[in-house]
């Protein structure tokens, strides 16, 4: 590696987000701050209720920050309108949410392919590439199916797919391992860990989960809004999830 | 947004449409169910209007009506003196002037069965006003002394028990018969196709100087003046002119019938209970239609959610939401029209008292706009919740 420190690929600076709770606002994230590098898979953890679901939509682009500053990928997401936004997701974003949120009328190929399409290429030619990653991902057998004929962990694999098909610089999960069995939520961190190695890329995951701490790079304590401390020796890591 | 996105997404839609067969299928017999209930019922309702107005529809040689001023409906005669139709006739534009006789009389089959009916009178010398569709006989068969035209429906009425005809077997034909009307005897020379009455007596045609005899004392002749207009004379100022030469009342024949429909509308209370029944059908369709598919777009929202979170734009899940719409609506639409059809198809074959209610193209388009603005609403409707992105709806269990 050269002396030159490559910046971040996510940057939150002072990020405050209040929601509006009847006359009042509800105050949830107390100004963040926190990067996450390229390569990286960055743990995000703490209590229900603590604000984890809302920074990771910050970070992405679903919701905007009330106050602070996020750069994703060098772009500065304040200020951008609606459509922009959106095209940013589109762009640079994977998403894996802990219901996969598969279409169910959609094969797993298909399904893989939908960021592709939504960045306007054709269904069939997506469906190949979405096809070669689900195959990467030791899904090539399953691509015909549908959703319901799968598994939980299969069907995890299918959103894994769907979020690395276009090659997204940073990859949000909210808790990816929550409905899966042990070794099916180990299976998906594995993968999830393979994709963070890409030097362009950056992944977050909020869990809950202690058994998946040891696949953290990083891991960010988060309580009352705040994160209060972020971990990067992996045997501090360690010690955590017992 | 390019065209191949557009494919691409319209694909999705289309699966995420298809993809539960079972549901796909609940949605769009749930459109026609609707439509069929709501063309259904306006038919029918336009259809009894219509028949109100029957008589004045089947003299289709006509332009104009002349009546006394004091006739608002033609039900309700007032005669003329015979000194009317020579001013009708020397009025500038007027083609021709008939005579023409309405009367409500009693008629007695040979067997002592008695029946109410509507004796028409048409002009001796031309026979204008006399029935268009005649299905067995000739109109100039009327010349013959005692002859009379019957409707083929009022002949069943009149001698039920031989519904042959009705059922696929040869009807013994009506030409030959006898009937006693005011003690004289008319012969059956033909039937007649007509539109239904909206009294549904069987209707009797016959000329002029016959009719008055057929009908019961006191007798008043000439009800009405048909009137054809020279060609390319304008009908309604053709009307002002006589009114004003004659001061007589004087109506185009389309207008005539409108002011029928309309007392029968405005006067009676068939009408207006019979249109709460359209209503009600109409209200029924439009809350089964939008019921059914904004609980569809709402099962959906997390699939819109999902994609939205993956930087679908708004406009694109619109676009996604009515083309989904628009399939079911012109499916459901489709296949709804076509059971209404085939509903006046058999009923119009199988039971005379539904005889002249048909699919009216004015209703099918009707229930189209109706159909697609409830499709258009309830999906814009259904569809806000998933245009605010909401990472509840997208992140949550
Ligand atoms: N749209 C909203 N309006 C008002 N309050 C909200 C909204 N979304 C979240 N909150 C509140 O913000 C706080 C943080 O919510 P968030 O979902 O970020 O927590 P979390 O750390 O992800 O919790 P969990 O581990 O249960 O998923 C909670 O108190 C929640 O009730
Ligand atoms: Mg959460």
């Known amino acids: ?242 | 947004m390019n065209y191949v996105q557009e494919h691409a997404v319209g694909a999705i839609a289309w699966r995420m449409l298809t993809g539960d067969r079972a549901k796909y299928l609940g949605l769009v017999f749930g459109v026609a169910f609707a439509v069929m209930l709501m063309t259904q019922q306006a038919s029918i309702f336009v259809g009894l209007m219509l028949r109100t107005a029957a008589q004045v529809i089947d003299v289709t040689d006509a332009d104009l009506w002349v009546m006394d001023p004091r006739i608002i409906y033609v039900d309700e005669t007032e005669p003329l003196p015979e000194s009317a139709l020579w001013r009708v006739r020397s009025v500038p534009g007027v083609e021709w002037a008939a005579p023409f006789f309405k009367a409500l009389s009693v008629a007695r089959a040979p067997d002592g069965r008695l029946q109410q009916v509507f004796v028409l009178g048409v002009d001796d010398a031309t026979l204008a006003g006399a029935p268009s569709r005649m299905i067995e006989g000739s109109v100039e068969d009327l010349r013959r002394p005692g002859a009379v035209v019957i409707d083929r429906v009022g002949a069943l009425f009149i001698w039920p028990g031989e519904k042959g005809s009705e059922t696929g077997s040869p009807r013994r034909s009506d030409v030959g018969r006898t009937l006693e009307m005011a003690d004289r005897r008319a012969t059956i020379v033909g039937t007649a196709e007509t539109s239904a009455p909206f009294t549904t007596f069987p209707v009797v045609y016959t000329r002029y100087s016959e009719a008055l005899r057929f009908a019961p004392p006191p007798r008043k002749p000439l009800s009405y003046i048909l009137v054809r207009a020279q060609a390319g004379e304008d009908h309604a100022a053709l009307a002002a002119r006589i009114a004003a030469e004659t001061g007589l009342k004087a109506l185009p024949w389309r207008q005539f019938a409108w002011e029928t429909i309309r007392y029968y509308l405005q006067r009676t209370g068939i009408p207006i209970n019979f249109g709460i029944t359209v209503i009600l059908g109409f209200v029924v369709g439009a809350a089964v239609v939008g019921q059914t598919f904004s609980i569809f777009v709402l099962e959906n929202l997390r699939q819109f959610g999902a994609l939205k979170a993956m930087g679908v734009a708004n406009g694109t899940i619109l676009r996604m939401v009515l083309l989904q719409g628009a399939a079911i609506g012109i499916l459901g639409f489709g296949i709804g029209i076509g059971m209404a059809a085939a509903f006046f198809e058999i009923t119009s074959r199988t039971n005379v008292d539904l005889r002249g209610f048909f699919l009216v193209w004015q209703v099918a388009a009707g229930t189209a706009v109706a159909v697609a603005l409830i499709i258009v609403g309830s999906a814009l409707l259904a569809i806000r919740r998933a245009l605010v992105l909401d990472p509840a709806v997208v992140f949550r269990t």
């Open chain 1, 1 to 242: 590696m050269s002396a030159v420190v490559e910046a971040p690929i996510v940057q939150a600076r002072g990020v405050v987000k209040d929601f509006a709770a009847g006359d009042e606002s509800l105050r949830v994230l107390h100004g963040i701050d926190l990067d996450v590098r390229a390569g990286e898979l960055m743990l995000v953890v703490g209590p229900s209720g603590c604000g984890k679901t809302t920074l990771i939509s910050i970070l992405a682009g679903i919701l905007s920050a009330t106050e602070g500053e996020v750069r994703v990928g060098g772009r500065a997401l304040g200020g951008l309108s609606a459509r922009k936004l959106a095209a940013f997701r589109r762009e640079t974003v994977g998403f894996i949410f802990q219901q996969y949120n598969l279409l169910p009328s959609l094969t797993a190929a298909e399904n893989a392919a939908v960021p592709l399409v939504a960045r306007g290429e054709r269904l069939g030619a997506a469906e190949k590439k979405a096809r070669l990653v689900l195959e990467r991902l030791g899904m090539g057998p399953h691509a015909g199916k549908q959703p319901r004929q799968l598994s939980g962990g299969q069907m995890q694999r299918v959103a894994i797919a769907r979020a690395l098909v276009h090659d997204p610089a940073f990859i949000v999960c909210d808790e990816p391992t929550a409905a899966l069995d042990a070794a099916s939520g180990r299976a998906a961190m594995e993968l999830l860990r393979d994709a963070a190695r890409d030097p362009h890329r950056a992944v977050v995951v909020v869990t809950h989960d202690p058994r998946i701490y040891g696949f953290a790079d990083r891991l960010a304590e988060m309580e009352d809004g705040r994160v209060t401390r972020v971990l990067d020796e992996p045997a501090a890591i360690r010690a955590l999830s017992h």
